[in-house]
């Protein structure tokens, strides 16, 4: 089993059981990578890959491979490693992104020329998709940015220079101790434990803290006034990933559009049908005119216009006559107060 050094939250994010955001994060000893299936711990020589079976994650090794044989730009290890692992996780998004493309313009197109629940249900998986994948590439968009804001974190990235720093013969020099300004015995010179007091021991651990302290200030320091390659890598990233989020805010709109589009015309269906409605609600009063008028007529008492042979075609004209009088003013006064088109 290897040691890696790292904290147990660290290694926690490499779990395959539990979901966590894209993360990049630098350590002391290595970088913590966690985009999309590329999982993995690199350091200043070596990758610490999960799950390295994977499909996925064996294009990576094949990739990483040969850009350490062939690579012509001389960068650091870690920086190869993490530039492959960022080309992987930018591709495959873009891919996905242009895979939904291609099938969610021409479903929009159809569904404009023809509503159906086929197509509805469609093209709601579609924008579940569209969301999921929107979700993954922002938190790959912000994590790169994140980290191009933080000259700290660009630091802590450069494992080969630390790690060359430590073994340096001044490094080895320096780690040995210092002497005291009366020429005393240095304070970390091996000491007989019967003649050694508890108080040296802690003051031998005390100063081995605080050296390693500046040590890693002083990586720091360093790092920080040389960053631009690091910075430079992650930016021609960001362009990549924010394209691809440019793509998915564009597809988004679209969909967007033609969800208004649609409920414009399901709007103008449903007026239509207010409008047949309201139409028909007042035939139905007219037509209830000539019922009142025969059920007149039909009750059994003698009345003299029964006894005239013409009166019934008369009945008939002025109900009608006034029946159409009645439904036009009603079309009028609906017209009138735009109930309905002109």
Known sequence: MRRCDLPARDLR????????????LGREKAIVVNLEQIRCIITADEVLLLNSLDNYVLQYVVELQRRLTTAAVDLPFEFRALEVALEAACTFLDSQAAELEIEAYPLLDELTSKISTL????????KSRLVAL?????????????????DGD?????????????????????????????????ASAPVSPVSSPPD???LDKCL????????????????????????????????????????????????DDTEDFINIQLDNVRNQLIQF???????TFVVAI???????????????????????KWVLMITAVCGITIFCAFVWFFKYRRLMPL
């Open 13 to 24: 994010l490499l779990d395959p059981l539990f979901v966590y955001p894209s993360t990049i």
């Open 154 to 186: 660009m630091a802590e990235m450069y494992l080969t220079e630390k790690k060359s720093r430590m073994e340096s013969p001044f490094h080895e020099q320096g780690s040995m101790g210092f002497r005291s300004n009366d020429g005393g015995v240095s």
């Open 290 to 312: 000539f019922g009142v008028v025969a059920g007149i007529f039909g009750m059994n008492f003698a009345i003299p216009l029964f006894d005239n042979p013409g009166a019934f």
């Open 208 to 255: 081995s803290i605080a050296r390693s302290r500046h040590e890693s200030m002083r990586s720091s320091e360093s790092g920080t006034e040389s960053i631009e390659e690091l910075e430079m890598l992650l930016e021609a990233y960001f362009v990549v990933i924010d394209s691809t989020l440019n793509k998915l805010t564009s597809l988004k709109e679209y969909i």
């Open 200 to 202: 040296s021991r802690r």
């Open 134 to 150: 929107t979700r993954r590439v922002q938190k790959v968009r912000d994590e790169i940015e994140q980290l191009m804001d933080d």
């Open 119 to 126: 197509n509805l249900e469609r093209v709601r998986r579609l």
């Open 277 to 283: 409605e309201l139409i028909l609600t007042t035939a």
